[in-house]
């Protein structure tokens, strides 16, 4: 089946209240039922435009995939080298719009950084799917400092121009 044309562009801080309510709305239906309650309650309030606004003025880069005027997804991005979210919404998953929003996350760190390696925490249903994008878990399933449970992953680019043995 031919793939839908997304666009991606960066977020400019107006976007912030659609991230904040794209985020929510998906972080519910997948990622709160493998929470406490208490964190998922953390995620959703700290997901909210104002926090969003902030981090994008102070240099935080979010990436936003639509089709044709709809936000379908967002990825955020923290020093060029930590993927802080990736969420597609529900009835645009499966079409490969988290790996082409990733994709260009990644080439614009590499760009702007030259970064080689790139970290994430995993939500449990996000596991599989960053195994397929070619992050590899660093340490078992853990509750990290904000409560939530998640799964240490990373991924390191091959040194360009180095031949494999
Ligand atoms: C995780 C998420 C962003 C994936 O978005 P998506 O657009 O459906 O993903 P894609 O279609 O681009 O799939 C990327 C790859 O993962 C694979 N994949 C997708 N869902 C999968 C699943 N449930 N199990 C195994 N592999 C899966 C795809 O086959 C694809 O691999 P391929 O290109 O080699 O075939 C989306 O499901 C989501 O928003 N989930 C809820 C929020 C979440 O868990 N985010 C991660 C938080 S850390």
Redesign the pocket.
């Known amino acids: 089946m031919s793939q839908p044309i997304l666009r991606v562009r960066l977020a400019r801080p107006d976007d912030a209240p659609a991230i904040a309510v794209l ?1 929510r709305r ?2 519910r ?3 709160l039922p493998d929470q406490s309650r208490e964190a998922g309650q953390a995620f959703i309030s700290r997901i909210n435009a104002k926090s969003l606004r902030e981090k994008i003025c102070t240099g935080q880069r979010f990436y936003l995939g639509y089709l044709a005027d709809v936000l379908v ?1 967002v990825s955020g991005m923290r020093d060029d080298c930590h ?1 802080v ?6 009835r ?11 994709q260009r996350t990644m080439r614009d760190a590499v760009r702007r950084a030259g970064t080689r390696r790139f970290t ?14 070619g992050f590899r878990a660093t340490g078992p399933e853990q509750i990290a400092h904000h409560g939530l449970r ?1 799964t240490p992953m990373k991924m390191i680019l091959p040194t360009p121009g180095r031949k494999r043995a």
């Open positions: 985020i998906v972080a239906r997948w990622i997804g993927l979210h990736l969420f597609v919404g529900t645009y998953q499966g079409q490969g719009i988290a790996r082409r929003l990733w994430l925490n995993a939500t449990r249903c996000g596991v599989p799917v960053y195994l397929r994008l998640v």
